[in-house]
Structures are given as structure tokens and as C-alpha cells.
């Protein structure tokens, strides 16, 4: 493969991030390290950990982390409880638990200077209804802006200035990559963009047909305008689950150790493959 600056991109895309950890470990088995990384909302919470140990044991302890009663309570409330704080707020869930998980994982107050590598992460500013992008200062609150998604966790507030989800405004962020100077990139995506869209048949499925098309405009916008001598490789998911399209797939936990495997083994598949070009 080309040489030069590889940067892993990993997208959002809540519970179905889980197969972002196969991909990671395709990667690493193979050999592959990051120069840069950066993240997006649940990819975000990946490329945290993976930006801060760039070795092939930060997928175990990624395995470990999805599989954990801890990952469970992230969106774990009662229904109950989740419509009562509907009510008096703008958000189902507290993100106490998110905020617990990634400040066991990488430490109280850890800084992006800190990271073995650099890493980059965007969260979209309500204030300016503009992308922005987190380098610098304390990893955890800028993962939880990223990571903060609208009506399941309140917005986060950081120096006077309100976040919410990356994905809103940027899902898939190969132009950052670019941007950094990387000249190989890999992207870990949940696979939303492998299956052909079609048209709402129900309420809930509007909103969602809505924000994939914006997704994947913006995506397909950004591989059109690739300069030369940079390489894309999109790695893939090796099947979604018709389930994940139900508007509850955001609190199934059980299916994680499925997804990790079988995007593993797509995309350790697709990287063998990639090495005898």
C-alpha cells in the first residue's frame, strides 16, 4: 500500500459503533497503525480510546467496554424515568453514566496533548449552527459534546458555548483527514452507507430518511472532492441486522459481540486483500 500520514476515521452512529471495534482490530492485526485519528459521536468514544493506546489490546479493552453493564446504563433508564425527564427537560437520558465510562477509560481530566497520538473529534455548536472541532483541553467533554445526541442527552456546555452530536453536522469525517495532511485513510463506518435507502413507510422512518440522505450527501461530497494522491478504503460492516433500523436499536446492547465479529472478519477480508495489490 502507499506510503505516507494514515488517518482512521470513525463515524457515527450510536450502538451500531460497536462494529467500528472489529474494525479496529482488522486494522491493527494487520499492521496498520494511525497517525491521526478522528471521530465522530459514538466513533468519537472509539478513536478516544484508540488515540490514547494505538495497539492491538485497546480492542479487548473496547470489547470489554461494549459488553459492560456500564455501556448497558448509557441509555439503560426506565421508560419511566425517561419520560419523566422528557417532560421537564429536552433529553431522555443523563450523561452521567457516558461520562463515568470515559473518564474510567481514559482518566479523569486527560488532556488531547496527553494522547499517543493526535485526535481530532466533532461535535456540531448550536450557538453558531457550525461544525466544530475539538483538539485541545480536557478529551472527555469534548468526546461527551461529540457524543451528545439530540433528545437522548442534553447538549454540552464548554466555555460558555453549547454542543450537541457530530453526526448532525458532519457523520463521516474524511475531510478533516484530508485536511490534517493524511494521505491514507481509513474509514469505519456502521454501515448505513452500504444499503440503499428507501422511501418512509412509517412516522418515525421520516426523520431517519431525512438525516441518512444529509449523511450521505455530505459523504459522497467529500469523496468526489478527494485530492490526488490520497487513498480512501471503506471498511466494510459484513451486514447490518433488519432490526437496526427500529427506532429502539439505539438501546440493544445484546446483539454487540455479533457486530464485532462479523465486521472483524469482512474487514480483515477486505485488508488482505488491499496487501496483495
Same mark, same amino acid.
Given at each position: 500500500?502507499?506510503?505516507?500520514?494514515?488517518?482512521?476515521?470513525?463515524?457515527?452512529?450510536?450502538?451500531?459503533?460497536?462494529?467500528?471495534?472489529?474494525?479496529?482490530?482488522?486494522?491493527?492485526?494487520?499492521?496498520?497503525?494511525?497517525?491521526?485519528?478522528?471521530?465522530?459521536?459514538?466513533?468519537?468514544?472509539?478513536?478516544?480510546?484508540?488515540?490514547?493506546?494505538?495497539?492491538?489490546?485497546?480492542?479487548?479493552?473496547?470489547?470489554?467496554?461494549?459488553?459492560?453493564?456500564?455501556?448497558?446504563?448509557?441509555?439503560?433508564?426506565?421508560?419511566?424515568?425517561?419520560?419523566?425527564?422528557?417532560?421537564?427537560?429536552?433529553?431522555?437520558?443523563?450523561?452521567?453514566?457516558?461520562?463515568?465510562?470515559?473518564?474510567?477509560?481514559?482518566?479523569?481530566?486527560?488532556?488531547?496533548?496527553?494522547?499517543?497520538?493526535?485526535?481530532?473529534?466533532?461535535?456540531?455548536?448550536?450557538?453558531?449552527?457550525?461544525?466544530?472541532?475539538?483538539?485541545?483541553?480536557?478529551?472527555?467533554?469534548?468526546?461527551?459534546?461529540?457524543?451528545?445526541?439530540?433528545?437522548?442527552?442534553?447538549?454540552?456546555?464548554?466555555?460558555?458555548?453549547?454542543?450537541?452530536?457530530? =453526526?448532525?453536522?458532519?457523520?463521516?469525517?474524511?475531510?478533516?483527514?484530508?485536511?490534517? =495532511?493524511?494521505?491514507?485513510?481509513?474509514?469505519?463506518?456502521? =454501515?448505513?452507507?452500504?444499503?440503499?435507502?428507501?422511501?418512509?413507510?412509517?412516522?418515525?422512518?421520516?426523520?431517519?430518511?431525512?438525516?441518512?440522505?444529509?449523511?450521505?450527501?455530505?459523504?459522497?461530497?467529500?469523496?468526489?472532492?478527494?485530492?490526488?494522491?490520497?487513498?480512501?478504503?471503506?471498511?466494510?460492516?459484513?451486514?447490518?441486522?433488519?432490526?437496526?433500523?427500529?427506532?429502539?436499536?439505539?438501546?440493544?446492547?445484546?446483539?454487540? =459481540?455479533?457486530?464485532?465479529?462479523?465486521?472483524?472478519?469482512?474487514?480483515?477480508?477486505?485488508?488482505?486483500?488491499?496487501?496483495?495489490?
Amino acid at each position: 500500500m502507499t506510503a505516507g500520514p494514515v488517518a482512521f476515521v470513525l463515524g457515527g452512529g450510536g450502538v451500531l459503533g460497536a462494529v467500528e471495534v472489529g474494525m479496529l482490530r482488522a486494522l491493527l492485526r494487520t499492521g496498520i497503525r494511525p497517525d491521526l485519528v478522528v471521530g465522530t459521536s459514538i466513533g468519537a468514544v472509539n478513536g478516544a480510546l484508540v488515540a490514547a493506546d494505538p495497539r492491538e489490546e485497546v480492542t479487548d479493552r473496547l470489547v470489554r467496554l461494549w459488553s459492560s453493564p456500564e455501556a448497558s446504563e448509557v441509555y439503560g433508564d426506565s421508560v419511566a424515568r425517561q419520560l419523566r425527564r422528557f417532560a421537564a427537560r429536552t433529553h431522555l437520558h443523563s450523561p452521567v453514566p457516558l461520562r463515568r465510562l470515559l473518564e474510567r477509560e481514559l482518566g479523569v481530566g486527560r488532556t488531547f496533548a496527553e494522547l499517543a497520538v493526535p485526535f481530532r473529534c466533532c461535535a456540531a455548536n448550536i450557538e453558531r449552527a457550525a461544525e466544530h472541532w475539538f483538539d485541545r483541553g480536557p478529551v472527555v467533554d469534548a468526546v461527551l459534546a461529540s457524543a451528545s445526541v439530540p433528545g437522548l442527552l442534553p447538549p454540552m456546555e464548554i466555555d460558555g458555548s453549547h454542543y450537541i452530536d457530530g =453526526g448532525i453536522v458532519n457523520s463521516i469525517p474524511i475531510s478533516e483527514a484530508v485536511r490534517s =495532511g493524511a494521505t491514507r485513510i481509513f474509514v469505519l463506518q456502521v =454501515g448505513r452507507i452500504e444499503r440503499p435507502l428507501s422511501p418512509p413507510r412509517r412516522p418515525w422512518e421520516i426523520a431517519q430518511v431525512a438525516f441518512e440522505i444529509a449523511r450521505r450527501h455530505r459523504f459522497a461530497r467529500d469523496m468526489a472532492a478527494l485530492p490526488p494522491g490520497v487513498a480512501v478504503h471503506v471498511l466494510p460492516t459484513g451486514g447490518l441486522d433488519p432490526r437496526d433500523d427500529s427506532p429502539w436499536a439505539y438501546r440493544d446492547m445484546a446483539a454487540v =459481540g455479533r457486530r464485532i465479529s462479523r465486521a472483524y472478519t469482512a474487514s480483515r477480508h477486505y485488508l488482505d486483500a488491499l496487501g496483495d495489490r
